[in-house]
């Protein structure tokens, strides 16, 4: 297991081969977010795998027009159970929570040398339509996910002094 590996060679993928995936890769992605830390151990998140193309090119839509949601074999979409929640540090649960499992499933596919892109830019609210979410349900994020067509090279970073205090804010 080299976690450090798989965090070094993700890319944000967005050009996908025409390959299905395995059952038993997305079996492990799955399992990924299921075993995931979350406040309390509440798990309070539904995933949903969209692999039907009539859907995943309304989800295009929905994405603004970006066409590589529809050209992944898979999106993956967070749902949020219970979006009130705040944690005592002032934070909504679901969105740490989410953000973690997602990372962990991310990750995942990645060690299984498949390609990912998490989405930022959607309207909720057509996802939402699109796939019978229900109104009290928070979407906050979504990914594609398939066999990469692309290798993209490593995007610059801040150095680790930039971005490191140590003891106070600096």
Same mark, same amino acid.
């Given at each position: 297991?080299?976690?450090?590996?798989?965090?070094?060679?993700?890319?944000?993928?967005?050009?996908?081969?025409?390959?299905?995936?395995?059952?038993?890769?997305?079996?492990? !992605?799955?399992?990924?977010?299921? !075993?995931?830390?979350?406040?309390?151990?509440?798990?309070?998140?539904?995933? #949903?795998?969209?692999?039907?193309?009539?859907?995943?090119?309304?989800?295009?839509? =929905?994405?603004?027009?970006?066409?590589?949601?529809?050209?992944?074999?898979?999106?993956?979409? =967070?749902?949020?159970?219970?979006?009130?929640?705040?944690?005592?540090?002032?934070?909504?649960?679901?969105?740490?929570?989410?953000?973690?499992?997602?990372?962990?499933?991310?990750?995942?596919?990645?060690?299984?040398?498949?390609?990912?892109?998490?989405?930022?830019?959607?309207?909720?609210?057509?996802?939402?339509?699109? #796939?019978? !979410?229900?109104?009290?349900?928070?979407?906050? =994020?979504?990914?594609?996910?398939?066999?990469?067509?692309?290798?993209?090279?490593?995007?610059?970073?801040?150095?680790?002094?930039?971005?490191?205090?140590?003891?106070?804010?600096?």
């Amino acid at each position: 297991m080299d976690v450090f590996k798989a965090i070094a060679e993700r890319r944000s993928i967005r050009n996908y081969k025409n390959k299905e995936i395995e059952d038993e890769k997305l079996d492990k !992605i799955l399992e990924s977010a299921r !075993i995931a830390p979350s406040a309390g151990n509440r798990q309070e998140w539904k995933f #949903l795998m969209v692999k039907n193309q009539e859907t995943r090119d309304k989800l295009v839509e =929905a994405a603004h027009g970006q066409k590589f949601v529809g050209q992944a074999p898979v999106t993956i979409v =967070a749902c949020s159970t219970e979006s009130e929640r705040v944690m005592p540090c002032g934070q909504y649960a679901y969105t740490v929570d989410l953000s973690i499992a997602v990372s962990f499933m991310i990750l995942e596919a990645t060690e299984l040398d498949l390609g990912t892109c998490w989405l930022g830019a959607y309207d909720e609210e057509k996802v939402k339509e699109i #796939l019978g !979410i229900p109104d009290e349900i928070r979407v906050p =994020a979504m990914f594609t996910l398939g066999y990469p067509d692309e290798n993209p090279p490593a995007r610059p970073r801040k150095d680790l002094n930039d971005i490191i205090c140590y003891e106070r804010y600096e």
